[in-house]
């Protein structure tokens, strides 16, 4: 992330840690079938269509970051 970018910190207990983790893997499994992702779940991912979603790499980067946190 860049300076730029909004940032948002939350606090998570372990379950919806999991919880956020597994729905990240999720998508990290399904982006070479991104037509087999839920019309909603696309929606979120993208942000409508607003923003550029993260990369089966960087949604990796990102798992790895909340592992490490």
Do not use: K, W
């Amino acid at each position: 992330m860049s300076l730029n970018d909004n940032q948002t910190t939350i606090t998570l207990d372990t379950r919806q840690l999991a919880a956020v983790l597994a729905g990240l893997r999720l998508i990290q499994t399904e982006l070479p079938r991104s037509e087999f992702l839920p019309h909603g779940v696309s929606e979120i991912y993208d942000d409508g269509g607003t923003i550029d979603p993260l990369s089966a790499e960087e949604l990796d980067d990102l798992c790895e970051t909340i592992n490490c946190a």
